[in-house]
Nanobody, 124 residues
Framework: QLQASGGGLVQAGDSLRLSCAASGRTFSRFVMGWARQTPGKEREIVAA????????YYSDSVKGRFTISRDNAKNTVVLQMNNLKPEDTAVYYCAGDPNAIMSTMWKANAYDYWGQGTQVTVSS
């Protein structure tokens, strides 16, 4: 089970930190990602990390502003979002999958496990 938290309403240029807590003892086996979705659009992965944070993925729209990290000892994955823009407004979801592979961790359909969404709203 994945539990996301940390969303909110901020102004452009502000920062937010999203956290995702996972239950279970196999968290370290999961490739983890953060996705976002706006009405009428498909869910897109904006950041992902391999099992040991050896590799990460960022979508072009967030590269240089967002950072994904994980703590396997605490079963958590964090998305630090800096310099937020109005276009970052979306519902954000954490996702995980033990069978995801590096080459496809940027695809939303690579993940079978999803947390509930947390709303991020960035005002201009």
């Amino acid at each position: 089970q994945l539990q996301a938290s940390g969303g909110g309403l901020v102004q452009a240029g502000d920062s937010l930190r999203l956290s995702c807590a996972a239950s279970g003892r196999t968290f370290s086996r999961f490739v983890m990602g953060w996705a976002r979705q706006t009405p009428g659009k498909e869910r897109e992965i904006v950041a992902a990390t391999s099992r040991s944070v050896g590799s990460t993925y960022y979508s072009d729209s967030v590269k240089g502003r967002f950072t994904i990290s994980r703590d396997n000892a605490k079963n958590t994955v964090v998305l630090q979002m800096n310099n937020l823009k109005p276009e970052d407004t979306a519902v954000y979801y954490c996702a995980g999958d033990p069978n995801a592979i590096m080459s496809t961790m940027w695809k939303a359909n690579a993940y079978d496990y999803w947390g509930q969404g947390t709303q991020v709203t960035v005002s201009s």
